[in-house]
């Protein structure tokens, strides 16, 4: 029987678990996003102490986010030496002008970040993209340029780690052993509509949005807040029942909308603006925050 579960191919619907020398791990943790637009101002200092906060918090993953960037040395090698998993996306978000195309470019990108990355033992995973349309629950896609074109590029280069088509992602049908999540040579397909609505395996969210619709932002009515429960603390309920025999879900993007510390604004503020409402009177904004990009 376990022989026969060890070949059996696809995700599954059950859950998505990371184990590390054989040992299944809750993994605690959470995104990271670049620190600055300007590349140019990356630290090597400040990628280390980003991840010795991660352990002070006792975090054991941190997801490097497909929208963002590849990120310097220092942050893979602290990630190595402190023992931090790392769930890395390639560098694709399904969002205006950030899709993979099939060119030349685009394929060397995907080999030049594999093998400049692939002797880190902290990473755990490659997923190809964020929020791809096509890999969640209700879509009705049999594969796409992931499926065809990004993961076989993965997979030529290494095929010693899972393969993943999308963060969120309801899985792969084919293509994968379910015990590994390994690549095992043959085709990547999706789960039809019908399939995958047994079960949801991983999600983004909940959030808490700088919008006056559900959250009172810094420019915001501060009496909007009564309307919204933020929850703090965490209500846990200690009698549930947790492990790896009960199906799960795996949250890989959470939290809320913040604005920047004091101390990195202030240097290029005038003093008039310090005030929480930047010397202005509170007002009630009316953008929607969900990706207005246009």
């Known amino acids: 029987s376990e022989g026969r579960d060890n070949l059996r191919e696809g995700s599954g619907f059950h859950g998505m678990f990371f184990r590390i020398n054989g040992r299944l791990i809750n993994a605690r943790g959470a995104n990271c ?38 990120f310097p040395d220092s942050f893979y090698e602290a990630c190595d030496e402190k023992g931090i998993l790392i769930y890395h996306d390639l560098m694709f978000v399904e969002e205006q002008f950030h899709s993979p195309v099939a060119t ?13 990355l692939i002797s880190h033992p902290s990473i ?12 969640m629950p209700g879509a009705n896609v049999k594969n796409d340029i992931y499926s065809d ?3 076989r590029i993965v997979i030529a280069e290494d095929r010693a780690r899972p393969v993943w088509p999308s963060s969120p ?18 085709p990547f397909t ?5 399939e995958s609505s047994k079960s949801s395996i991983e999600k983004h969210g909940p959030y808490l949005h700088g919008s006056s619709l559900d959250f009172s932002s810094v420019n915001g009515n501060p009496k909007d807040a009564a309307f919204f429960d933020i929850n703090i603390p965490i209500k846990v309920d200690n009698g549930a029942q947790i492990g790896p025999r009960f199906s799960n879900h795996f949250v890989s993007e959470f939290g809320a909308s913040v604005y920047s510390s004091f101390e990195s604004m202030s240097s290029t503020m005038s ?13 009630n904004c009316t953008l929607v925050f969900e990706n207005l990009n246009s």
């Open 33 to 70: 996003v670049p620190m600055t637009q300007l590349e140019g101002h990356y630290d090597n200092n400040a990628h280390r102490i980003l991840v010795e906060s991660a352990v002070s918090a006792n975090m054991n993953m941190l997801r490097v986010w497909g929208g963002g960037v590849v």
């Open 104 to 116: 030349l470019d685009v394929e060397e990108e995907i080999k030049h970040i594999i093998r400049h």
């Open 124 to 135: 755990v995973l490659w997923n190809m993209s964020n929020e791809n349309p096509n890999t």
């Open 149 to 151: 074109f990004v993961m």
């Open 169 to 186: 992602s309801r899985g792969l049908k084919t293509g994968v052993w379910s015990q590994s999540g390994l690549p095992n040579g043959n």
């Open 190 to 194: 999706y789960w039809t509509s019908e």
């Open 271 to 283: 003093r008039d603006n310090w005030g929480i409402h930047g010397g202005k009177q509170s007002d």
